[in-house]
């Protein structure tokens, strides 16, 4: 039986991945992609959208991050799962880096959290990351707020698209053996917030924000799910540095929520490698 046609409105697209939608008019008329038009717009099959980006991005180079020694050879199977992903070419620079990785597995390692959330994790790197220190220690789970759905391009990367990222996720998780140290929660952070009782319950010993990165999302986030997080724990807040990633949220969330109530809050800014995006480690102290 043929599967269901999916139609997406060509300059809802354009907005979304911020491809010009002559750009991509031309591309689908060019190449016989399958589109219709109506009195509503022009429409485009949602199934055509890898060859559509990758026709778009062929002569883009791509990137990818270096490999680490500890990531390569044989080893535990979560380090085969993280491995692979970064092979992948949407995983640079979307996806946290090998040695920002690095950082949260150590912080999660060390802090032996019992309860840890994520908010945005895009293809799932920082879940492995996370998860595979708690699977390591033998106690605690990760939830991951995340929309999830399909991980359009964005910028110059015309070339990244990632259909379903939850199923995405869900493959390497089972890889690494971790389905059992996370849950996803698929829908916007605010909504899973507002539902924290049925979602999570629990206070929370980690949190990572790495998801809206304007002013007002950033700061949305951290105002819902601070309260939720035990004295002593740890936020870790991604992409501080905002002449670099190109974003001033989470820099404006330190500047005038974090640093205005130094009674309640340390901070230690990192640098990270290869971009310095930057993180910043938060530790709640009441």
Known sequence: MEQRRVWYELQALSETCHVPAGDLLRCVQEHGLPSQRNPNGFFVDRACFPRLFAILGKDLPRAFYAIPDNLKGGGPAWRTALRELYGE???????????????????VFNLQPRVCLEIGCFVGASTLWIA?????????????????????????????YVPDAEQYIMRRLDQAGLLSRVTLHK??????????????????????????????GCEADFRLYEPRLRP??????H???????GWDGPRHVIDNVVRAQPERFDVLELPTAPKDYGMAVIRKKA
């Open 89 to 107: 070419e949407f995983a640079c620079p979307a996806s946290l880096s090998p040695s920002q990785g690095e950082l949260l597995r150590s912080l």
């Open 132 to 160: 595979s220190a708690l699977a390591e220690l033998g106690q605690g789970h990760l939830h991951s707020v995340d929309l999830f759905g399909d991980k359009f391009p964005f910028g110059r990367y015309t070339y990244l």
């Open 187 to 216: 829908g916007h952070s605010v909504a899973i917030g507002m539902a924290y009782a049925e979602c999570v319950g629990e206070p929370l010993d980690f949190l990572f924000i790495d998801g809206d990165h304007t002013k007002e």
């Open 232 to 237: 002593g724990g740890l936020l870790v807040l």
């Open 239 to 245: 992409d501080i540095v905002p002449g670099k990633c």
